[in-house]
């Protein structure tokens, strides 16, 4: 039942705060998304001493679907960034920002949006979670259109354009397996009775390429990931907070636990194309990054790059890059958030966010700028941040398998380099340029300090103190490689022993 209240806990809010006006929405939705963060934490406490949080209900019976919800390592991990990031952008961003609707909407559907989210992590029944992995666009939807720049209806639409065609694709992919496994017996959408399912090579394939293209478009990967930018670029920074942070960490987050856990022959076959298109999105990521004029488009462009990363840690299928993997899903979220959230304040006092209009800010704002300079280091996986302890463990467990794809893929972190510093050298360093003196007048606020703080602490401790979260991707990533059946390669001086 804890599982249940923890999810409904900011959908009821959001309700709560719709019917209310001014700055209170603000509070009462800062309250209710702190709630649910230290509900967040009593559930990882449970978890951690051992109890059996899961949840089991028949819902369907004609489908065998259940409202089924459970907890992993890997599923705590998401519903931790999750309950981190909301209260977060909530205290970010002023609530009487401007938009086609009042700021009380928008707290409430960022609430929303959170409950969906954590029923996404938490889901065990395929169907339960296919029905909120499309519900989770509903509220983007509205964010995207109802705030942000000139031409954010245009980018509202090809985000759910996109998001739909890959959820109609996985959609076949959903009955087909439910159809498949009530053909040898009683219908079941539950994990834990798809992972038996027994069928031949060539339908598994197809049902693996539905999810597989759903979670692509979601994560996002080449060539499907041309919205996000578009999206990123018309958003608030709060609102691409929540989609780089949360709602694309579901394209990953799917990957394991539905493509690797219930068609583990196919994600084999499939893994040699896979992990060229994810060595792609690497290099694509970031030398579109370091040619961009914008920061919002930057910050977007490296995230293509970042989930390069994340998905070749995936398919590379050793336990060490899985755990990596996962590891830079949590850090990724932090890091893009001190992005995304300082470029806000940026272009809230410059009214712009192209690199030109800036020059020199450091010397007018240092404390802003200092930020923008930590979450570009946690971006370019800085040793000491987090970032770094994922990125490593990716490309060494991709080098025991794929020596060759994880050379290539570590000129990835010599071009975030030079997207990072390029960015802020044009952006922070040198003589304070007439626009800058002119428009940077005041440093961070108190408030906008204490909302990027926490973000910069966990990349921190997570960079200094990563155990506690590798015990629980070492869990995901071990039973993952158990349910593929596959062991880690051999080291060649293991084979010498031998």
Same mark, same amino acid.
């Given at each position: 039942?804890?599982?249940?209240?923890?999810?409904?806990v900011?959908?009821?809010?959001? !309700?709560?705060?719709?019917?209310?006006r001014?700055?209170? &929405?603000r509070?009462?939705?800062i309250g209710?998304?702190?709630a649910?963060?230290?509900l967040?934490?009593?559930?990882?406490?449970?978890?951690?001493?051992g109890?059996n949080l899961s949840?089991h209900?028949?819902w369907?019976?004609?489908?065998?679907?259940?409202y089924?919800?459970?907890?992993?390592?890997?599923?705590?991990?998401m519903?931790? $960034?999750?309950?981190?990031?909301?209260?977060?952008?909530?205290?970010?961003?002023?609530?009487?920002?401007t938009?086609?609707?009042?700021?009380?909407?928008?707290?409430?559907?960022?609430?929303?949006l959170?409950?969906?989210?954590?029923?996404v992590?938490?889901?065990?029944?395929?169907?339960?979670?296919?029905l909120?992995?499309?519900a989770?666009? +509903?509220?983007?939807?509205?964010?995207?259109?109802?705030?942000?720049?000139?031409?954010?209806?245009?980018?509202?639409?090809?985000?759910?354009l996109? &998001?739909?065609?890959?959820?109609?694709?996985?959609l076949?992919?959903?009955?087909?397996?439910?159809?498949s496994?009530?053909?040898?017996?009683?219908?079941?959408?539950?994990?834990?009775?798809?992972?038996? $399912?027994?069928?031949?090579?060539?339908?598994e394939?197809?049902?693996?390429?539905?999810?597989?293209?759903?979670?692509?478009v979601k994560?996002?990967?080449?060539?499907?990931?041309?919205?996000?930018?578009d999206t990123?670029?018309?958003?608030?920074?709060g609102?691409s907070?929540?989609?780089?942070? +949360?709602?694309?960490? +579901?394209?990953?987050?799917?990957?394991?636990?539905?493509?690797?856990?219930?068609?583990?022959?196919a994600?084999r076959?499939a893994t040699?194309?896979?992990?060229?298109?994810?060595?792609?999105?690497?290099?694509?990521g970031?030398?579109?990054?370091? %040619?961009?004029?914008?920061?919002l488009?930057?910050?977007?462009?490296t995230s293509?790059?970042?989930?390069g990363?994340?998905v070749?840690g995936?398919?590379?299928?050793?336990?060490?890059?899985?755990?990596?993997?996962?590891?830079?899903?949590?850090?990724?979220?932090? &890091?893009?958030?001190?992005?995304?959230l300082?470029?806000?304040y940026?272009?809230?006092?410059?009214?712009s966010?192209?690199?030109?209009?800036? %020059?020199?800010?450091?010397?007018?704002?240092?404390?802003?700028?200092?930020?923008?300079? !930590?979450g570009?280091?946690?971006?370019l996986?800085?040793?000491?941040?987090?970032?770094?302890?994922g990125?490593?463990?990716?490309l060494?467990?991709t080098?025991?398998?794929?020596p060759?794809?994880?050379?290539i893929?570590a000129?990835?972190?010599?071009?975030?380099?030079?997207y990072?510093? +390029?960015?802020?050298q044009?952006?922070?360093?040198?003589?304070?340029?007439?626009?800058?003196?002119?428009?940077?007048?005041?440093?961070?606020?108190?408030?906008?300090?204490?909302?990027?703080?926490?973000?910069i602490?966990?990349?921190?401790?997570?960079g200094?103190f990563?155990?506690?979260?590798l015990?629980?991707?070492?869990?995901?990533?071990?039973q993952?490689?158990?349910?593929?059946?596959i &062991?880690d390669?051999?080291?060649?001086?293991g084979?010498?022993?031998?």
């Open positions: 039942m804890l599982l249940t209240i923890l999810a409904l900011p959908f009821v809010g959001g !309700l709560v705060v719709w019917f209310l001014g700055a209170t &929405s509070y009462v939705g209710v998304a702190l649910t963060f230290a967040s934490v009593v559930v990882a406490a449970q978890h951690l001493g109890a949840e209900h028949l369907i019976k004609a489908f065998g679907a259940y089924a919800l459970g907890l992993d390592g890997m599923g705590l991990l519903v931790l $960034l999750t309950t981190v990031l909301v209260p977060v952008v909530l205290l970010a961003e002023p609530a009487d920002e938009g086609r609707w009042g700021a009380h909407v928008k707290v409430a559907l960022v609430l929303i959170e409950s969906l989210s954590l029923y992590f938490l889901a065990t029944d395929v169907l339960l979670f296919y909120f992995f499309e989770t666009l +509903i509220p983007m939807y509205f964010l995207i259109a109802g705030w942000g720049g000139a031409k954010r209806a245009k980018a509202a639409v090809k985000f759910l996109f &998001s739909l065609a890959g959820g109609l694709v996985m076949f992919s959903v009955i087909g397996v439910g159809v496994y009530a053909s040898q017996g009683a219908p079941s959408y539950l994990l834990e009775d798809l992972a038996k $399912l027994n069928v031949t090579p060539s339908v394939m197809l049902l693996f390429i539905g999810f597989f293209v759903a979670f692509a994560a996002p990967m080449v060539p499907v990931h041309t919205w996000l930018p990123a670029e018309q958003a608030t920074p609102t907070t929540l989609l780089v942070g +949360i709602l694309d960490k +579901i394209g990953t987050f799917g990957m394991i636990r539905f493509c690797l856990g219930l068609f583990p022959d994600s076959l040699p194309v896979i992990v060229v298109l994810a060595l792609i999105s690497i290099l694509y970031a030398l579109a990054a370091i %040619g961009q004029k914008n920061l488009r930057l910050v977007a462009f293509v790059s970042h989930f990363f994340m070749l995936i398919f590379a299928l050793t336990t060490q890059s899985i755990s990596g993997s996962i590891f830079y899903m949590l850090n990724h979220g932090f &890091s893009t958030a001190a992005l995304f300082v470029v806000g940026l272009a809230k006092r410059r009214g966010v192209q690199i030109s209009d800036f %020059g020199g800010v450091f010397g007018k704002a240092p404390v802003l700028a200092g930020l923008l300079l !930590l570009g280091l946690a971006s996986s800085l040793p000491g941040m987090g970032s770094f302890v990125e490593f463990l990716v060494a467990g080098w025991s398998r794929y060759v794809i994880a050379a893929a000129t990835g972190m010599v071009l975030a380099a030079l990072i510093l +390029i960015m802020y044009r952006t922070m360093t040198g003589p304070v340029t007439e626009q800058t003196e002119k428009h940077i007048t005041t440093d961070a606020s108190w408030l906008e300090r204490l909302a990027v703080a926490p973000v602490v966990l990349l921190l401790l997570t200094f990563p155990k506690p979260v015990d629980q991707t070492d869990q995901t990533a071990k993952t490689m158990t349910t593929m059946n &062991s390669p051999v080291p060649a001086a084979k010498e022993g031998k």
